[in-house]
């Protein structure tokens, strides 16, 4: 179809996006989540799993979120350059945003840092957070990633020495055993490695993206197995799965530098997209 779209369809159509991202799972997600419930022996942790699962069956059944925290709005789009809205894509967006908060509904969680006064809508200064990237192309692909609070409070940053490389799983390790049950697991793990201090965030929150059905690399294979014989389980009451998977992205950095990055993801890592534009 044409890149040509009516500001009121992309509004639209990004507000159901973000109703799909809050209610239905991907299936990869739901299926990673079924063979942790298959494999785990502890009761306690499987009952929990039956728990998660039951809640991602009712919720999109009923259309409801599933989870009481909406997060806040988070947003990658891969912008093609020849796709020409004829609009301002970002005004669109955080309009949407609005629209979607009343409708779905969301949960306001936008507040100002310091005067934490509340917008009420789920927008704001910087929110909601956009992360554009320009490719080749006439299409556009968004992607809406929703992130609550307790699995992001979770997440850590740490400026390492170039030296330090056999320090990233440990410190990978120290981040999940300091959260233990607060982020609602079993979790997704994304690292970043290298760019710059925000480069490397920015890469971690990206690794969450991927399908968790990926095959990982062999350092990604060691992470999660370090992680999985901690013990912490489902909501950290015991049990063999903390994590699903562990997803590494990296990037050059300077010489004098090791930027390393853990973006946590709780039990629902939500994402939904669309793509507007015609087909290459």
Not at 144 to 154: F, R, V
Not at 191 to 215: C, H, N, Q, T
Not at 227 to 234: F, K
Not at 244 to 256: D, G, Q, S
């Amino acid at each position: 179809m044409s890149s040509k779209i009516s500001r009121e369809t992309f509004i639209r159509s990004i507000a159901d996006l973000l109703r799909k991202a809050e209610i239905e799972l991907p299936d990869d997600v739901v299926d990673a989540l079924r063979k942790a419930e298959a494999i785990e022996e502890n009761q306690v942790a499987k009952s929990q799993l039956q728990a998660i699962l039951k809640n991602i069956e009712l919720a999109k059944n009923h259309a409801v979120p599933m989870c009481q925290d909406t997060g806040i709005m988070i947003f990658f789009a891969e912008l093609g350059n020849e796709f020409q809205p004829g609009f301002d894509l970002e005004a669109a967006i955080k309009e949407a945003v609005t629209l979607a908060t009343v409708e779905v509904p969301l949960r306001p969680n936008a507040v100002d840092p310091l005067s934490r006064k509340n917008s009420g809508d789920n927008t704001g200064s910087g929110i909601p957070d956009i992360h554009w990237k320009l490719v080749p192309g006439k299409q556009l692909k968004i992607t809406a990633a929703p992130k609550g609070a307790g699995s992001e409070n979770m997440s850590s940053l740490r400026m390492l020495n170039p030296t330090e490389t056999g320090s990233i799983k440990n410190f990978v390790l120290e981040t999940v055993v300091n959260a233990g049950g607060m982020p609602c697991p079993p979790l997704t793990i994304g690292v970043g490695i290298g760019g710059s201090f925000d480069a490397a965030a920015r890469l971690a929150k990206e690794a969450l993206l991927e399908p968790l059905d990926a095959p990982m690399n062999e350092f990604e294979k060691e992470i999660l197995n370090a992680v999985n014989a901690l013990g912490i389980g489902c909501m950290g009451l015991g049990g063999s799965t903390t994590a699903l998977a562990v997803h590494v992205k990296t990037a050059h950095c300077h010489t004098a530098s090791l930027p390393v990055a853990i973006n946590i993801q709780c039990w629902a890592n939500r994402h939904a997209s669309i793509v507007f534009g015609e087909v290459e």
